[in-house]
């Protein structure tokens, strides 16, 4: 090798050097990119948390509500030789929403799948299209499935997926809760319903209980996550905040005595080729409602039928309560009751009373003051007594009485004890929304009109049950008071609201107020209304085999364009059972019964025939399953009394 080659020749130190300088380049470069990294993950899992947390879970976890219950009505059970635990009326049953996820249903396939899920499941196609192109993860296509149909659509999107290799993801259900109604129309006015509206995604009670109770019925819902990874199921879930569920309540009802009473209402109203009925049946000690209802009926399950259908939208309605009506001659017992105060406020201030129960009044003259036309009897009579007075019906007796009335105590203090006494003209404060307040005319105060409310000749009208408003509840609540010893309840259809932490309200015992009547009197008019349902009386229909009862009946004129029409009327009768220890009180109304005369019968839209029918059916069937004993069973009890009574009338009223 010549000196030149080797004075060129690199020594080994300088190629250390420069192999030295390269990987420190090297580490360095590596030093920066792992740097970088660190930042970037600093940067991301740290001062970016939680915004790349948000976006990670809108795509693996989608927050949907954890369904609670609705409370539960339950019924009663009030026959003695078998009691049974409270008696579900409403339940809640699982059902099922189907979600679809639009992200997961490709847009190749998102036609065909529309079409097809449409086809076979009743959809809309172009809505369901419009769902698949908005920015969710979950639309929901169809509300409330049951079990079969679930797993129809499971089974179809099954092989959907197997044609079209798309994700099994695609729809998934979420689990909810629906009401049923075991006993269908039964109560439906009563209860009402909790209607889902799918389009704006929120449920609202319909009426009813429903209605009145919603805040302690409902509930709170909860949260619940589920999992949307693509190893996980969709079904996997956490629940992050329980529901709880609303609270159940008892009511006063009993079922059996419920479907009693609507059979018979049916019954009676297509008999009478009527319009409608109602009927209330209530203990007249307590105040609880046993039975309550109006016919057409109202099935709570297929609100969507009536309230779609303007024909069927008045069958939503409890009349009972929701409307008001002129008592008419049902009136007459209250007015008697009113002549009976008189006497007793008269004779503290050591005034002579105003007539006797037993007194022979004279019931010719049937003109009154500021009357145009005469007060008539549907039957003349010369003389009557309290008893015969309410046996026959008879307006001229009851309007003399509140005319001596109104000249010993006032038009003021008549109207006090109709007001405050008997709360005519007030809610009956039963748990139902939109009671009708009913009215009683004041003085001094004018319709719009400009006529005055309370003119002269209007306590006659009063006295017989015209120019006043109640609804049946309203009456029925002022009649108790004369078969229970003279207290007015509080008419109510609950008896406890709970959960399973415990008791929210259960009713108690209440002081009822006591009318300022003694026991003699009230018993004197008792015993009067018992003659009605016999020989001689206006309601012999009225009778129930084997028992003692009692009551009155009452057939108004309906007002039509602002006249009484003579063939359209509202047919009544209110009445009691069994005469000592009464168990129930109850009050029956035909409206518009077919204006006509039956062979054998007489004239149909009488309260005495319709009516008093209808509350004889039912009084039949509900005493021996209340466990009574009947007080009469060769309907002999009464025959002497009512022999007697039937030869004072002759006696006073022959020619």
């Known amino acids: 090798m010549s000196r030149q080659e080797l004075e060129q020749r690199p020594d080994n130190s300088t190629l250390e050097l420069k192999e030295l300088k390269r990987l420190n380049i090297l580490a360095f470069g590596v030093f920066l990119l792992f740097s970088s990294l660190i930042l970037a993950f600093y940067k991301v899992q740290i001062i970016e948390f939680e915004k790349w947390s948000k976006i990670a879970k809108t795509q693996h976890k989608m927050a949907v509500e954890e369904p609670c219950k609705r409370g539960i009505f339950f019924g009663r059970s009030l026959c003695p030789s078998n009691p049974k635990s409270p008696v579900p009326l409403v339940i809640d049953l699982y059902r099922y929403h189907l979600h679809v996820d639009p992200y997961l249903i490709p847009q190749e396939h998102r036609l065909k799948f529309a079409r097809e899920i449409s086809k076979r499941f009743g959809l809309d196609a172009k809505e369901v299209k419009e769902e698949l192109i908005k920015k969710s993860r979950s639309r929901r296509l169809l509300s409330f499935l049951n079990r079969s149909e679930k797993e129809a659509i499971d089974i179809w999107f099954k092989e959907f997926v197997t044609l079209t290799k798309i994700s099994k993801k695609g729809i998934f259900f979420i689990q909810d809760y629906k009401r049923h109604y075991p006993y269908g129309e039964s109560l439906g006015q009563v209860l009402h319903t909790y209607r889902y509206d799918s389009k704006r995604g929120v449920g609202y009670p319909t009426g009813g209980l429903e209605l009145f109770f919603d805040p302690v019925l409902k509930g709170e819902k909860g949260k619940k996550i589920l999992l949307r990874s693509a190893r996980q199921k969709i079904d996997q879930d956490e629940v992050v905040e329980p529901a709880k569920d609303g609270y159940d309540i008892q009511l006063t009802i009993d079922p059996v005595i419920q479907a009693i009473a609507e059979t018979e209402l049916e019954k009676g109203v297509l008999t009478a080729k009527a319009k409608g009925g109602s009927v209330v049946i209530m203990d007249p000690q307590t105040g609880e409602i046993m039975a309550i209802a109006s016919y057409p009926f109202f099935h709570p399950g297929k609100v969507e039928d009536y309230y779609n259908d303007a024909t069927k939208m008045e069958s939503t309605r409890l009349k009972a309560v929701n409307e008001s009506f002129e008592p008419g001659s049902i009136m007459k017992p209250i007015s008697a009751v009113i002549g009976l105060l008189a006497n007793q406020e008269l004779i503290e201030k050591n ?305």
């Open 351 to 655: 005034r002579s009373p105003i007539f006797s129960p037993i007194e022979m009044m004279d019931v010719t003259d049937t003109s009154f003051p500021g009357r145009l036309k005469p007060i008539k009897d549907v039957r003349s009579h010369r003389f009557l007594n309290m008893r015969l007075a309410l046996q026959k019906s008879s307006n001229v007796y009851v309007a003399r009485l509140i005319e001596r009335v109104i000249k010993k105590l006032g038009e003021k203090w008549y109207r006090k004890q109709l007001s405050d006494l008997f709360l005519f003209g007030k809610k009956s404060g039963i748990e139902l929304p939109s009671e009708h307040l009913g009215m009683l005319p004041e003085i001094g105060k004018k319709y719009q009109s400009g006529l005055l409310e309370w003119s002269v000749p209007t306590p006659f009208s009063l006295a017989m049950g015209y120019n006043l408003q109640c609804n049946q509840v309203q009456i029925l609540r002022a009649f108790a008071s004369i078969v229970n010893g003279g207290y007015l309840v509080k008419p109510t259809l609950i008896q406890k609201i709970s959960n399973q932490s415990g008791v929210f309200f259960e009713q108690q015992p209440r002081k009822a107020s006591k009318l300022p009547l003694n026991t003699f009197d009230l018993d004197e008019i008792k015993k009067a209304l018992i003659f009605t349902t016999q020989k001689g009386g206006t309601a012999q229909f009225g009778n129930i085999r084997g028992y003692t009862e009692g009551g009155k009946s009452g057939t108004t004129e309906k007002l039509v364009n602002g006249s009484y029409c003579g063939t359209k009327h509202y047919a009544s009768f209110i009445g009691f059972a069994p005469y000592q220890n009464t168990r129930f009180v109850m009050i029956v109304g035909i409206d518009e019964p077919q204006y006509q005369i039956i062979p054998g019968l007489g004239f149909n839209h009488y309260g005495g025939k319709c009516a008093a029918r209808v509350f004889s059916r039912i009084g039949e069937k509900l005493l021996p399953y209340l466990g009574v004993v009947p007080d009469d069973p060769t309907d002999q009890l009464l025959k002497d009394e009512v022999v007697r009574l039937s030869e004072l009338y002759d006696a006073w009223n022959s020619r």
